[in-house]
């Protein structure tokens, strides 16, 4: 069995409240990350409401539909991202969202090592049938990313999303279980 929490160039961590507060506190005040992770608008937020809203997820406990990870280097074991994966235990899909908030790490494959992980979790240890995700077309950096992942685009919502004045198409994107596994034994995605 291969290591559940090591990639190439990351691993998963869980990491304290505060913890994640400092550091993602410059993130969301990044408003080209907070726009490429989400369609919400990007806004500004103290390091003490994430805390907040970080020791309020942990409150809640295990659930078995949500999981978490905070991504670290294995080099220099700094926090640079996370991944959350939400289960459909009826339809045994799971949604994943991603996201790296340190821009020397962008570009670089640090993206994919993260998803290549996520997948085999949701694979492996979550059992799940399929994972999907949306981006937004003005992303083309993170579709080439999961499309190295072995995910695939699956469906176009046009003109869904208003960035400064323009409109732009929101893309959908799977990978399945058995797509996942004839990669593992060297299938091309």
Known sequence: MKDLFHGEFVRLTAED???????EVHW?????????????PAMVVSEKWLKDWFEKRNEEGFSPNRYVFSIRTLVEEKLIGFFSLWVDLIHSEAWVGIGIGEREFWGKGYGTDMMKLCLRYAFTELNVHRVSLGLHSYNPRALKSYEKAG???????????????????GF????????????QNGAKP
């Open 17 to 23: 409240p505060d913890v994640r507060a400092k550091i």
């Open 28 to 40: 969301q005040r990044d408003s080209e990350y907070r726009r490429l992770l989400d369609s919400e």
């Open 151 to 169: 995910f695939q685009l699956e469906g176009c919502t046009r003109k869904d999303t208003l960035r400064e004045g323009k409109r732009t198409d």
């Open 172 to 183: 959908w994107m799977g990978i399945l279980r058995e797509e996942w596994l004839a990669m």
